[in-house]
């Protein structure tokens, strides 16, 4: 697919690459210039995206977003900004907004399997990223070989020791996309936590939790000044809308009562002796309880990762100079619009009027007339899901090549089509 001139340079976050000229890991700096001379029919384009989850990251996603509009509408600017709300990308993302460098440590996955996960520091501000999902990421392991009362976070432990031996003041750490549902028992034995149950003896295995007396917390408690934790949901970690039922499933969880009894009694034992209940805070069951896990262990703040995501990118600066906004994810359904980056970021262009289109994989959402979306096309408007899915990047492509061909021409036709 290609596509006529080049497109003038107005860099709202980076001028998009061709592929040909990135390497295969390549998220794109951001700068921030402004063209001189706009030819008056030019739309400036910010295009956000968040990963395809399974298929394409977000910087992959974004790429093929442009390069599709590009090829139908030379003449546009296109400014790429890969969205994080943090889920799977959220280090490799914020890594570049904040010119932070990859560190590697040795741990164990979900699984008790060595591996050597990333992380990333920013010196000048003694800031650390961390991204859960590449240690204890449910992505990380084959299909259907571990059971998931044989998994926790304990591995997530050695990063946070890493980044705070490093000097770390600041961590900023993303937790979707976990295998895990054990409230954050692992990663606390990792740090020192112990757990006994009435008879004095150590629980080392969080499917016992449900036999869980009282906690021994170690002689650290803190371990950097700030911990900011992204959840990219809202749900509580016990009941029907909690970690287990909502995303156990997923991970091949099948005994929910047993599951839920362990850590009910880990949220009571932590209420009754640390004083902290916190079973109901929003985002308490994200990455199976691990968001719980944080508060009660480590003393983090639980944020939006799409909020957290545009604080330290300024997104509301960059979306009132863009004209139209390009984002999309895999699948567009009712999760949406329940506090995911997508459909925060689309709420946020309703609010300055500036008409949101979303492509994905597929939409199951049933929208009403108040939605926040200009329009929303999907990949199976083109072809079948299994295409879709073998070819995501060059689908993608073709259909923000369609979407283009179609929009109008003039930044002020754009605002009256809201």
């Not at 999902?133 to 084959?142: D, E, Q, S, T, Y």
């Not at 036999?211 to 959840?231: E, G, I, K, M, Q």
């Not at 809202?234 to 005994?255: F, H, I, M, S, W």
């Not at 073709?398 to 929009?407: I, V």
Request: aromatic share 6%; charged share 20%; proline share 6%.
């Amino acid at each position: 697919m290609s596509g006529g001139k080049p497109a003038k340079a107005a860099h709202i976050g980076t001028t998009y690459t061709p592929p040909h000229q990135q390497s295969s890991k390549q998220i794109p700096a951001f700068v921030d210039e402004r063209p001189e001379n706009l030819d008056s029919n030019q739309i400036n384009i910010l295009v956000i995206p968040d990963k395809f989850k399974g298929t394409l990251t977000a910087a992959d996603a974004a790429d093929a977003i442009a390069r599709g509009w590009r090829s139908a509408r030379p003449g546009d600017t296109i400014d790429v900004l890969p969205l994080t709300d943090g889920g799977d990308g959220f280090g490799e993302v914020l890594s570049s907004l904040l010119q932070a460098k990859a560190k590697g440590v040795k741990t164990i996955d979900a699984a008790g399997r060595p591996c050597n996960a990333v992380w990333w520091w920013q010196e000048k501000s003694r800031t650390a990223l961390i991204e859960s999902a590449r240690v204890i990421g449910l992505a990380m392991l084959p299909p259907n070989q571990f059971h998931p009362f044989h998994l926790d976070t304990f591995g997530l432990g050695a990063v946070v020791r890493a980044a705070a031996e490093e000097g770390t003041k600041h961590c900023l750490l993303g937790i979707g996309g976990s295998a895990t549902n054990d409230g954050g028992f692992g990663l606390a034995r990792a740090l020192g936590w112990k757990f006994f149950d009435s008879d004095g003896q150590p629980i080392e295995q969080w499917t016992a939790l449900a036999t869980l007396d009282r906690l021994c917390p170690p002689r650290r408690r803190r371990w950097f000044r700030s911990l900011a934790v992204a959840v990219d949901v809202e749900n509580p970690l016990l009941g029907p809308q909690g970690a287990t039922r909502v995303y156990g499933p997923q991970k091949g969880l099948k005994d929910f009562a047993a599951a839920e009894r362990c850590l009910r009694r880990l949220a009571l034992v932590v209420k009754h002796q640390l004083g902290r209940d916190l079973a109901r805070v929003p985002g308490a069951g994200a990455a199976g309880g691990l968001g719980f896990g944080l508060m009660a262990f480590l003393d983090a703040h639980l944020e939006r990762g799409f909020d957290l995501f545009a604080r330290h990118l300024d997104l509301r600066r960059h979306l009132r100079r863009a004209d139209l906004v390009l984002t999309g994810e895999g699948q567009i359904d009712a999760s949406t619009f329940m506090g995911k980056g997508v459909g925060r970021l689309a709420q946020h262009c309703r609010l300055l009027k500036i008409p949101c289109l979303a492509f994905a994989g597929t939409v199951v959402a049933q929208l009403g007339p108040r939605r926040p979306f200009r329009e929303i096309c999907a990949l199976t408007d083109l072809t079948t899901l299994e295409e879709a899915r073998a070819r995501p990047g060059c689908w993608l492509a073709q259909l923000a090549a369609r979407t283009a061909g179609r929009w109008p021409s003039r930044p002020s036709a754009c605002a009256r089509s809201l």
